[in-house]
């Protein structure tokens, strides 16, 4: 899997560039606000139709331009594919494989795989649930069509409940749909319990193996957590459905006093645990780096089991927030795929992984 060109225009910072990338490593350097991760974030809206840091669509449109246009050429199997995007102000965004358009953003998934690496993800031990969902919903809206799918149904029956919630006092015919909303989020919610259970499942034995390597025999522990309700996360979505309409009516009277969705799979998270003890309480810094680089090395290993070939890996300025012993741990462990690493010091890093260097400058690429 790797991505042989781009072409972007209005994307971001970027007016108009055209740029081929190096099959092995491409260090992407300059100085900060230049355009870096804007790039990394060209690639990665083309395996799932969203960006990793924007609420909004219309945020990646640049200022100035009406509209915004992606093309990336591709390797994918062995087979040479386009994948372009189109967005524009006040219309529904679109997006083309191979000249044909696609009906929905979820028919990307699998066409281009790619494992994101941030900063941030270096905390997700100890933040709050919503970093660590990310996780789950990432790797599998490229993996399994049926999961983006059901995730973006998901999102969009959230939201009006919330609106209806938030709305009741002033529109109390609202309240009209609310059962209607309350069922099919249940259902929705039975799905991506299901991946999410079976994708942990997976996961867990590749991130404690890697672990244990790079701690000296700390053992690492993830364990999915959804309402409680749910006997058995792995059982079929049919036997699921009645456990969280159950969890669901329980609720019922507190979401209307707090306008707020309190039932569904929202709500999950998941445990990690280092010797049994949990990371997010008992975790030294330098413990909860490691676990968090485990884990997102095995979703790598993860991706290269499911497609039979890497997964581009995109890492956003990571490699200065580690020290010298995890940066050569994870520069050990990820080769035999394409690499994209965002960094200031670009001479160094190349050095490091041999990589070709692209400086960016307001928004060009040398």
Same mark, same amino acid.
């Given at each position: 899997m790797r991505v042989d060109s781009m072409i972007l225009e209005g994307f971001r910072n970027y007016g108009t560039q055209q740029v081929e990338f190096d099959p092995g490593v491409n260090v992407i350097t300059g100085d900060n606000a230049q355009g870096k991760t804007n790039l990394l974030e060209s690639v990665y809206f083309l395996t799932c139709g969203r960006s990793f840091r924007a609420r909004y669509d219309r945020e990646l449109i640049g200022f100035g331009h009406e509209k915004a246009y992606l093309c990336a050429g591709i390797d994918s &199997?062995?087979?040479?594919?386009? =994948? *372009? #995007?189109?967005?524009s102000h006040g219309v529904r965004k679109q997006f083309f494989a191979n000249g044909a358009r696609?009906?929905? #953003?979820? *028919? %990307?998934? &699998? +066409? =281009?795989? #790619?494992?994101?690496? %941030?900063?941030?993800?270096?905390?997700?031990? +100890? *933040? !709050? #649930?919503?970093? $660590? $969902? +990310?996780?789950?919903?990432?790797c599998l809206c490229q993996l399994r069509p049926a999961y983006a799918a059901a995730l973006s149904e998901f999102s969009r029956c959230y939201e009006q409940k919330t609106r209806i919630l938030r709305d009741r006092l002033e529109k109390p015919s609202l309240l009209d749909a609310l059962d209607e909303y309350n069922y099919r989020l249940c259902e929705l919610s039975s799905v991506l319990i299901g991946y999410r259970a079976r994708f942990i499942k997976t996961l867990a034995p590749k991130a404690a193996e890697i672990h244990r390597e790079f701690s000296g025999g700390e053992e690492l522990g993830l364990v999915y957590r959804t309402v409680k309700t749910v006997e058995d996360a792995l059982a079929q979505p049919s036997e699921i459905l009645p456990q969280l309409l159950a969890h669901q009516e329980a609720h019922k009277r507190a979401e209307l006093e707090s306008g707020l969705c309190l039932s569904g799979a929202h709500k999950d998270d998941l445990e990690i645990c280092i010797n049994g003890n949990p990371a997010k309480e008992y975790a030294s810094q330098g413990q909860a780096r490691t676990a968090a680089l485990s884990i997102k090395l095995a979703e790598r290993e993860l991706h290269r089991a499911d497609r039979n070939e890497a997964p581009v890996l995109l890492l956003d300025d990571v490699l200065s927030e580690l020290d010298a012993q995890r940066q050569n741990f994870i %520069?050990? +462990? @990820? !080769?035999?795929?394409? @690499?994209? @690493?965002?960094?200031?010091? !670009? !001479?160094r890093t190349a050095e490091l992984t041999g990589g070709r260097i692209y400086t960016v400058k307001g928004g060009t690429i040398v």
């Open positions: &199997g062995g087979r040479q594919q386009k =994948l *372009e #995007a189109k967005l696609l009906k929905t #953003a979820s *028919e %990307l998934s &699998g +066409r =281009l795989t #790619a494992v994101l690496f %941030l900063p941030d993800d270096l905390y997700m031990v +100890r *933040e !709050g #649930a919503a970093s $660590r $969902r +990310r996780l789950m919903d990432n %520069l050990n +462990r @990820i !080769g035999g795929g394409q @690499i994209f @690493i965002t960094c200031c010091d !670009g !001479g």
